[in-house]
């Protein structure tokens, strides 16, 4: 790039060179535009609102820090964060655990591989709003099928979304339902481990469990931390599941950050709190990335 | 290795075939308890109201009632819906389509000065939550007066704005040989030929990924349909179902029942069902790509 910049100022009677140059700027605009309209303008307005209150009526008022000093006082701010950790930090490590455990049975080279697949992989492709709806009749106290089985075998199954207790676990349950996803993805990165890696741990004397460990989970290790990854980011930001079963309840057991901030921006039009609310759960999602990408360094095992 | 030679090779093969029953078994076992919700929401939507809260549970509807879905039509605005949500996945792919290939394009191919750096941006703000937008962002469009209307859902996307799929196919544009660009410059194409006649037709799989990911995540779309479409009318399915039951309410009806609901759910479902059943080696291999679950 270095000589080309050096090239390129040399001759800038090069026609060639300033039409290629030209042509780069030309097929940037669209982009740079909506850049400039659509994120760098808003995120920029967006970090200034956080320092204001605004209901949308009045222009807004610049308060300080008042925002974020709120905010490590308000108690429903640490419910819903809480709710939301432990709904992703639990969720998604036992999604990405099922997951693998899925593909790594496919892999032992079961008969109707790709039925399989669909099987296990078609409730990812149910849009989340309709899986919502489905849920909530499973797991309906009185009429759901779930409660009606339990009923078969003479137990009394929870309330679940209707408890305080089970609600946030059901939506555990529940997510656990779209496993197949990744397991498309492990399923993959199994099918690129080369086969000669078991031969020599064979006869080193590794019987299938040590395999998993020492071959098959250190080779696909990048899929699994990049799935990891992405789910706890995805995860914090859950919201339609909860929007439409619970809101939120009962009780605030179901109340995650982003309703919470949906609320306080659209149910009661502080703008400017909930602008301090979005800062802060990017200040989350930044500090999670950083950390896995960290921690990674030092469990991930990546071809060189 | 001396243990597997003093096992009996009818020993070895009982324990690989032991191992094979439990495998399938688990296989079987998993398999139903993955299926059996999508089969629960068929046949409710198929059931007469009574059956709906039969004990114990019935999976075959008696009798099968497709009207259900003719009387959820009389009053969800299903067709309605269908087209605003159509019309907002069909502008968004015609965005990630062209505006995201071309930039892509500039950013794998054309030289000029700041392009890296360039690159780093668009990299960067792969990183920020889209809710860090939200707020100023419907501010925009409620000074524009966009509310109401698929604009604020397909304008952004028109201007290339997604990152992601600008980084995926930058990526897969610098897997194709550059001796085709020379190639189509000697024979005295320019930079917009060598990308309509060269790139975008070698790419067929990232852009097949691009436009399946771009239907499935326009067509599930919660949050942002929610927040600029409050008029029943511009509203997209998988909000109208919400306010069908609200407006329900309103006018003082019954709520619905779990059958009209589960075939609301269904009429949902079935297009994205189709594009997977239809395209789903596209599907897998996007899936592969990109890691986006569907």
């Given at each position: 790039m270095l000589t080309f910049h050096r090239q390129w100022r040399d001759s800038w009677r090069s026609k060639l060179l300033r039409d290629e140059m030209l042509f780069g700027y030309a097929a940037l605009i669209p982009y740079l535009a909506g850049f400039l309209i659509f994120v760098a303008g808003p995120l920029a307005y967006s970090l200034w609102l956080s320092f204001t209150q605004y209901n949308i009526l009045q222009p807004p008022v610049p308060v300080g820090l008042d925002n974020y000093k709120a905010l490590i006082e308000d108690p429903l701010m640490w419910k819903s964060l809480e709710n939301t950790a432990v709904y992703s930090l639990v969720s998604v490590p036992l999604q990405v655990i099922l997951g693998y455990a899925l593909a790594l049975m496919l892999n032992q080279q079961v008969k109707g591989l790709s039925a399989w697949r669909t099987v296990y992989y078609v409730p990812a492709v149910v849009p989340i709003v309709a899986s919502a709806y489905l849920f909530s009749y499973l797991f309906n106290a009185d009429t759901g099928l779930v409660n009606l089985l339990l009923k078969m075998v003479r137990i009394s199954g929870?309330?679940?979304?209707?408890s305080p207790d089970w609600a946030l676990r059901t939506f555990i349950i529940m997510n656990l339902w779209v496993s197949g996803g990744g397991m498309i993805v492990y399923l993959a990165a199994l099918q690129g481990v080369p086969t000669a890696l078991y031969d020599a741990a064979k006869i080193d004397g590794a019987n299938a469990w040590q395999r998993l460990w020492a071959v098959t989970v250190p080779m696909t290790s990048p899929a699994l931390l990049f799935m990891f990854m992405i789910g706890i980011i995805g995860s914090f930001q859950v919201f339609t599941s909860v929007f439409i079963i619970t809101s939120g309840g009962p009780v605030n057991a179901t109340l995650m950050y982003v309703l919470y901030l949906y609320r306080h921006g659209w149910s009661y039009l502080q703008m400017g709190y909930a602008s301090a609310l979005a800062w802060v759960l990017f200040a989350i999602i930044f500090g999670l990335t950083y950390l896995s990408l960290r921690v990674s360094g030092r469990l991930v095992h990546y071809e060189v | 290795m001396s243990q597997s030679v003093q096992r009996s090779d009818a020993e070895l093969l009982l324990g690989r075939y032991a191992g094979r029953v439990a495998l399938y078994f688990a296989l079987v076992g998993l398999g139903i308890v993955f299926v059996s919700p999508l089969l629960w929401l068929v046949s409710s939507s198929l059931k007469p109201e009574s059956q709906v809260l039969a004990y114990p549970p019935q999976w075959i509807p008696r009798p099968v009632r497709f009207i259900n879905y003719a009387e959820v039509m009389q009053t969800f605005p299903f067709w309605r819906s269908a087209w605003n949500t159509m019309v907002i996945v069909t502008g968004t792919m015609v965005g990630h389509l062209f505006t995201c290939s071309l930039t892509a394009y500039a950013f794998a191919r054309i030289r000029f000065p700041l392009r890296d750096a360039l690159f780093v941006m668009v990299l960067a703000t792969l990183m920020i939550p889209y809710h860090v937008y939200l707020i100023p962002q419907y501010l925009l469009f409620r000074e524009l007066n966009w509310l109401n209307s698929s604009k604020p859902l397909i304008v952004p996307f028109l201007l290339g704005q997604a990152p992601f799929y600008i980084f995926l196919m930058r990526q897969f544009f610098r897997t194709i040989p550059k001796e085709y660009d020379d190639a189509a410059r000697i024979d005295g194409s320019g930079w917009f030929g060598i990308y309509l006649r060269i790139l975008l037709p070698l790419s067929y799989p990232v852009l097949g990924a691009v436009a399946i990911f771009t239907f499935m995540a326009h067509w599930n779309d919660f949050l942002a349909p929610l927040i600029y479409l409050n008029e029943p009318k511009k509203q997209t399915l998988a909000i109208a179902i919400r306010t069908w039951e609200a407006l329900r309410l309103q006018a003082g009806a019954k709520p619905a029942s779990w059958n009209h609901i589960m075939a609301v759910s269904v009429l949902l479902t079935l297009p994205p069902m189709l594009v997977f059943f239809f395209a789903q080696r596209y599907f897998i291999q996007g899936v592969v790509m990109t890691g986006i679950k569907g």
């Amino acid at each position: 790039m270095l000589t080309f910049h050096r090239q390129w100022r040399d001759s800038w009677r090069s026609k060639l060179l300033r039409d290629e140059m030209l042509f780069g700027y030309a097929a940037l605009i669209p982009y740079l535009a909506g850049f400039l309209i659509f994120v760098a303008g808003p995120l920029a307005y967006s970090l200034w609102l956080s320092f204001t209150q605004y209901n949308i009526l009045q222009p807004p008022v610049p308060v300080g820090l008042d925002n974020y000093k709120a905010l490590i006082e308000d108690p429903l701010m640490w419910k819903s964060l809480e709710n939301t950790a432990v709904y992703s930090l639990v969720s998604v490590p036992l999604q990405v655990i099922l997951g693998y455990a899925l593909a790594l049975m496919l892999n032992q080279q079961v008969k109707g591989l790709s039925a399989w697949r669909t099987v296990y992989y078609v409730p990812a492709v149910v849009p989340i709003v309709a899986s919502a709806y489905l849920f909530s009749y499973l797991f309906n106290a009185d009429t759901g099928l779930v409660n009606l089985l339990l009923k078969m075998v003479r137990i009394s199954g929870p309330n679940w979304f209707g408890s305080p207790d089970w609600a946030l676990r059901t939506f555990i349950i529940m997510n656990l339902w779209v496993s197949g996803g990744g397991m498309i993805v492990y399923l993959a990165a199994l099918q690129g481990v080369p086969t000669a890696l078991y031969d020599a741990a064979k006869i080193d004397g590794a019987n299938a469990w040590q395999r998993l460990w020492a071959v098959t989970v250190p080779m696909t290790s990048p899929a699994l931390l990049f799935m990891f990854m992405i789910g706890i980011i995805g995860s914090f930001q859950v919201f339609t599941s909860v929007f439409i079963i619970t809101s939120g309840g009962p009780v605030n057991a179901t109340l995650m950050y982003v309703l919470y901030l949906y609320r306080h921006g659209w149910s009661y039009l502080q703008m400017g709190y909930a602008s301090a609310l979005a800062w802060v759960l990017f200040a989350i999602i930044f500090g999670l990335t950083y950390l896995s990408l960290r921690v990674s360094g030092r469990l991930v095992h990546y071809e060189v | 290795m001396s243990q597997s030679v003093q096992r009996s090779d009818a020993e070895l093969l009982l324990g690989r075939y032991a191992g094979r029953v439990a495998l399938y078994f688990a296989l079987v076992g998993l398999g139903i308890v993955f299926v059996s919700p999508l089969l629960w929401l068929v046949s409710s939507s198929l059931k007469p109201e009574s059956q709906v809260l039969a004990y114990p549970p019935q999976w075959i509807p008696r009798p099968v009632r497709f009207i259900n879905y003719a009387e959820v039509m009389q009053t969800f605005p299903f067709w309605r819906s269908a087209w605003n949500t159509m019309v907002i996945v069909t502008g968004t792919m015609v965005g990630h389509l062209f505006t995201c290939s071309l930039t892509a394009y500039a950013f794998a191919r054309i030289r000029f000065p700041l392009r890296d750096a360039l690159f780093v941006m668009v990299l960067a703000t792969l990183m920020i939550p889209y809710h860090v937008y939200l707020i100023p962002q419907y501010l925009l469009f409620r000074e524009l007066n966009w509310l109401n209307s698929s604009k604020p859902l397909i304008v952004p996307f028109l201007l290339g704005q997604a990152p992601f799929y600008i980084f995926l196919m930058r990526q897969f544009f610098r897997t194709i040989p550059k001796e085709y660009d020379d190639a189509a410059r000697i024979d005295g194409s320019g930079w917009f030929g060598i990308y309509l006649r060269i790139l975008l037709p070698l790419s067929y799989p990232v852009l097949g990924a691009v436009a399946i990911f771009t239907f499935m995540a326009h067509w599930n779309d919660f949050l942002a349909p929610l927040i600029y479409l409050n008029e029943p009318k511009k509203q997209t399915l998988a909000i109208a179902i919400r306010t069908w039951e609200a407006l329900r309410l309103q006018a003082g009806a019954k709520p619905a029942s779990w059958n009209h609901i589960m075939a609301v759910s269904v009429l949902l479902t079935l297009p994205p069902m189709l594009v997977f059943f239809f395209a789903q080696r596209y599907f897998i291999q996007g899936v592969v790509m990109t890691g986006i679950k569907g």
